[in-house]
């Protein structure tokens, strides 16, 4: 019962919303939408539910871990301050408490946190690149060219515009090509042993 | 510039520079600006999906316009609560199962359709002897030995070995064009970033 009802009702969920994609009705139509305002309505208790574990364990590091006190109230006083701050919809204005929490916190940040990855990159890349085999001769010899396009040398930049264009458009495209119809397929197959029950690890343990 | 923007923009440059600071290694700066962000990030996706998917899916559709069957989903969503609970924790499999169910049977089919037979309709086309038809060839030739690399039900030896090693080489061509965009891409934020400070000190000092 514990996991014979959840295989039977993805099995039939998985079924029914397979067939609704084929059959042009108004009947489907209604079906599709339904079940995709459950995804969402499903999904934003699970969010809730993320949410309430995040600060949960917050909570455990402020009363357990001395060292983590202090961090963790800095994050649920911010989260706290958001949340207050957003949720009349009219306080979500351009120029407001959350707006500018979001625009001079958030943004700032991310975009730094990702901007560090550059200096990451070229550290990685100075350790682990050789150019020892004619493959990664190749990989090197493209990024290098792709990351030169951006650099003014005159006659050569001309040059090499013409050839980052080539290698995005052709080799790059068959490789991506390859990759997306490898995933598409990996994506079908996972699906189908979803829905027939065979990949049951979803379920988790008991 | 007015005075809070000022005070807004100097408080991204301090939670920039806290950030930079890793680069030395992990400090109390960077720390703070994590978990600042973590509990900022938390925050703002909790209002936002109250204001978008709970409102629109939750409130308006019981309350406002009594269309009581999307009952049915809240109390899915409320039983995933039971993990909390060792003994109704099972209860949450039941919602999962509606989650996965229809989310694998909507994106079967749209995988077959987006990943399968549009890449494929893509690549044939009409073959013509100007640049464009010589590129469209090559990348179908490239898709053909790319996928037979990844073929492992026959080994990679005779005239197959060779076929798949000119897909490794076009993958691999992949790769690097792949690897060196996302720098080019984390370089371009890294000079945002500095153009950012250096604006921001310059309009501190009135320049």
């Keep these: ?206 | 510039m007015g005075t809070a923007e000022l005070l807004w923009n100097g408080l991204a440059a301090l939670l920039t520079l806290f950030i930079f600071s890793f680069l030395y290694r992990d400090n109390v700066f960077y720390k703070f600006a994590e978990r600042l962000v973590a509990g900022v990030s938390a925050g703002y996706w909790t209002i936002l999906l109250y204001h978008t998917s709970f409102t629109d899916k939750v409130i308006v559709p019981i309350f406002e316009q009594q269309h009581y069957w999307y009952i049915i989903p809240s109390i899915l969503g409320i039983m995933m609560w039971t993990r909390f609970s060792r003994k109704w924790a099972w209860l949450s499999r039941i919602s999962l199962a509606f989650y996965i169910g229809i989310a694998t049977g909507v994106a079967l089919p749209i995988a077959m359709y987006a990943s399968i037979y549009r890449q494929l309709q893509a690549s044939m086309v009409s073959i013509s002897l100007d640049w464009a038809g010589i590129n469209s060839a090559l990348v179908t030739i490239g898709l053909l030995c790319s996928l037979a690399y990844f073929y492992f039900s026959k080994e990679h030896d005779g005239w197959f070995g060779g076929i798949s090693r000119v897909g490794i080489y076009t993958l691999m061509i992949g790769f690097g064009a792949g690897f060196g965009l996302t720098v080019m891409g984390r370089i371009s934020l890294l000079i945002d970033r500095v153009l950012f400070l250096k604006d921001y000190v310059l309009t501190l000092f009135g320049a």
């Design chain 1, 1 to 206: 019962m514990k996991k014979s009802l959840p295989l039977g009702i993805v099995f039939f969920a998985g079924v029914v919303m397979f067939f609704q994609h084929f059959i042009p009705t108004d009947q489907s139509e209604f079906i599709y939408k339904y079940a995709n305002d459950w995804l969402i309505c499903i999904g934003v208790y699970a969010m809730l539910l993320g949410i309430w574990s995040l600060i949960r364990v917050t909570l455990h590091k402020a009363r357990h871990d001395p060292n983590e006190r202090f961090y963790a109230i800095v994050t649920l006083v911010s989260m706290g301050i958001m949340i207050v701050a957003g949720w009349d919809v009219d306080n979500l204005r351009a120029g407001s408490l959350f707006m500018n929490m979001f625009n001079y916190i958030l943004i700032p940040v991310q975009a730094t946190i990702f901007s560090l990855l550059a200096f990451y990159v070229a550290s990685a890349a100075y350790r682990a690149f050789r150019a020892r085999t004619v493959l990664a001769t190749l990989l090197l010899f493209t990024a290098f060219v792709v990351m030169l396009r951006m650099i003014p040398l005159g006659y050569i930049s001309e040059l090499n515009q013409y050839l980052v264009a080539w290698i995005l458009s052709v080799p790059n495209l068959a490789a991506k090509r390859a990759i997306i119809m490898g995933v598409g397929l990996g994506m079908m197959a996972t699906s189908i042993k979803i829905i027939l029950g065979i990949e049951r690890q979803y379920l988790g343990g008991d």
